[in-house]
């Protein structure tokens, strides 16, 4: 359900909060019946595989940021509390994560980790896995405070790392009602019922599907294209065996955004291609999708059927 969002800069004491949170909202999940159909998510840079030299360029910081947001849409869900445990310091990115939280009607957090200069320095000193001091510095100049009078910086809750306890955050300064405002509803509480009203999701941050009319006009383009570069490429490149074409803009394959079609072997024709397109086309005509979501689903459905010799 909600998305717990970790900012701040490198080496201030995100993770040692991001996991304490973890526990105590566990803790709150067991212990409470009314949130017991409900888990306790948490990704951070060290589990999407996000290394420290990918925030040395603006390619390659795109690419982690792509990762992050590629497990939000996964995870977030109604019954999945998530913690993203990162830097999250552009404020541009804060606002695209609180699009994805509007989208489905749930609530959402930022939890600022604040620590002095030398505290950092001294603290990074200590990593195993410390970060490099130009790069520290370098993405310390460059982070973007949230401001809790925006709205995808709000509800704001400021810890400062070695001093502030987290279990008094979370109990005092309102972080469960803000999380779980349907356990305050029945008393009452008008912060609560605030919260509640604002989880529509407003015209500003709703996705919106492709119209009805151009929508098979729209599959049918998408996957045309995908066909075609499927048949130019076993016509352009004489390979035997098994053949993996990649049919969009990213070419990196361990990237999010690179989707690509396995062919079992160099033996498939436009016929064969054409008659699963039309089967998707038709399975698809009557739904509401992103133009972006129809290449994706379209290859994942390729390489279904044709694993399986249709």
């Known amino acids: 359900?909600?998305?717990?969002?970790?900012?701040?800069?490198?080496?201030?004491?995100?993770?040692?909060?991001?996991?304490?949170?973890?526990?105590?909202?566990?803790?709150?999940?067991?212990?409470?019946?009314?949130?017991?159909?409900?888990?306790?998510?948490?990704?951070?840079?060290?589990?999407?595989?996000?290394?420290?030299?990918?925030?040395?360029?603006?390619?390659?910081?795109?690419?982690?940021?792509?990762?992050?947001?590629?497990?939000?849409?996964?995870?977030?869900?109604?019954?999945?509390?998530?913690?993203?445990?990162?830097?999250?310091?552009?404020?541009?990115?804060?606002y695209q994560l609180h699009c994805e939280v509007k989208n489905i009607s749930t609530t959402?957090?930022?939890?600022?980790?604040?620590?002095?200069?030398?505290?950092?320095?001294?603290?990074?000193?200590?990593?195993?896995?410390?970060?490099?001091?130009?790069?520290?510095?370098?993405?310390?100049?460059?982070?973007?405070?949230?401001?809790?009078?925006?709205?995808?910086?709000?509800?704001?809750f400021s810890v400062i790392s070695g001093e502030d306890k987290l279990q008094d955050v979370v109990n005092a300064d309102g972080m469960l009602k803000a999380l779980f405002p349907q356990l305050y509803r029945e008393r009452v509480d008008r912060d609560a019922e605030k919260i509640l009203q604002g989880l529509k999701p407003s015209n500003a941050t709703i996705l919106k599907p492709a119209a009805q009319a151009n929508l098979v006009q729209v599959l049918d383009s998408e996957t045309q294209t995908v066909v075609r570069q499927i048949m130019e490429h076993l016509r352009s490149n004489v390979v035997s065996g098994h053949v993996r074409v990649i049919v969009s803009a990213c070419k990196d394959i361990n990237h999010p955004d690179c989707h690509y079609v396995e062919l079992p072997n160099d033996k498939i024709s436009m016929a064969q291609l054409q008659r699963i397109r039309r089967q998707f086309v038709q399975m698809n005509r009557l739904r509401n999708m992103e133009k972006d979501r129809i290449v994706p689903l379209f290859t994942a459905y390729l390489n279904a059927n044709l694993e399986n010799g249709l």
């Open 108 to 156: 959402y957090c930022v939890v600022h980790c604040l620590a002095a200069r030398d505290k950092i320095a001294e603290w990074n000193a200590q990593r195993e896995d410390n970060w490099d001091v130009n790069l520290l510095q370098e993405l310390i100049q460059r982070y973007e405070e949230p401001n809790p009078a925006t709205r995808w910086d709000s509800p704001l």
């Open 1 to 94: 359900m909600p998305l717990i969002l970790f900012t701040g800069f490198p080496s201030s004491g995100k993770t040692s909060y991001a996991r304490e949170l973890q526990k105590l909202l566990q803790e709150k999940v067991n212990s409470d019946p009314a949130l017991s159909s409900y888990s306790v998510i948490y990704h951070s840079d060290a589990t999407l595989g996000i290394k420290h030299s990918d925030y040395t360029s603006s390619h390659s910081e795109k690419c982690a940021r792509s990762k992050i947001i590629s497990v939000v849409k996964r995870d977030l869900s109604r019954t999945n509390i998530l913690i993203i445990d990162s830097l999250n310091y552009i404020k541009g990115f804060r």
